[in-house]
């Protein structure tokens, strides 16, 4: 399975962006999509998840309430849409999935991950 991330990019704080990710290949190794973002000299930081099965929708405790994960199944995509944004959301976000329907907030959990897109929040 290989996960391709778009829609990063430069916005001034209060915008908003829209992140996409798609998988390829065997998709049935996707069960559960989600994202993770890494700023400079930081930890990679658990954004949200999606469980295509059980339909559930997780998010991280820093991004609840501004963040949102958007699941299309007819394309078998999911969508992250960053509102409200500020310079401290500046980082790579990086798509993910995992051949499991429990969603988990460890990056170990993970063993698909994309190339990362950047997203940069300009004050």
């Known amino acids: 399975v290989q996960l391709q991330a778009s829609g990063g990019g430069l916005v001034q704080a209060g915008g908003s962006l829209r992140l996409s990710c798609a998988p390829s290949g065997r998709t049935s190794r996707t069960l559960t999509m989600g994202w993770f973002r890494q700023a400079p000299g930081k930890e990679r930081e658990f954004v949200g998840a999606?469980?295509?099965?059980?339909?559930?929708?997780r998010y991280g405790e820093s991004v609840k309430g501004q963040f949102t994960i958007v699941r299309d199944d007819a394309k078998n995509t999911i969508y992250l849409e960053l509102n409200n944004l500020k310079p401290e959301d500046t980082a790579v976000y990086y798509c993910v999935a995992r051949a499991a329907s429990v969603i988990r907030g460890d990056r170990r959990a993970y063993d698909k991950w994309g190339q990362g897109t950047q997203v940069t929040v300009s004050s």
């Open positions: 999606t469980s295509w099965a059980g339909g559930a929708t």
